[in-house]
């Protein structure tokens, strides 16, 4: 990884049963950030809960009620160059309507630990 890249962290809740498809979708339209591996997020288990609205489609859940739901939080980096492809990718698999996505600004660690030229 470049010391200089602009990168951004990325974290997004899917349903487990997408979760590998989502990581091979988005592992597929961006570059490597790490020198030597690809493919490399971390996910964890959560809880994801909304009330799902009047005109709404939902992947789960019904008009007018809360749903609680078991999800997995997919977070990863990328180059600031990829984040467009990445958000379309989520988009384009993710079973929800309407993915809550996260995109936070990130410093790479090694632009703080590099030399200075």
Known sequence: ???????????????????E??????????EPLYPGYSRSFCYWPVKGTWKTMEGANPYN????????????????????????????KIEEVHPYEEPAVDVT??????SLTAPSL
């Open 1 to 19: 990884m470049s010391s200089s890249a602009e990168i951004y962290g990325i974290a997004v809740n899917v349903p487990a049963s997408h979760l």
């Open 21 to 30: 498809i989502l990581m091979d979708a988005i592992d597929s339209v961006m």
């Open 61 to 88: 859940g019904r008009v007018g009620e809360i749903t609680v739901a078991d999800e997995m939080r997919l977070k990863f980096v990328c180059r600031k160059e990829d984040v467009e492809r990445v958000l379309s």
């Open 105 to 110: 600004p990130q410093i790479a660690w090694r």
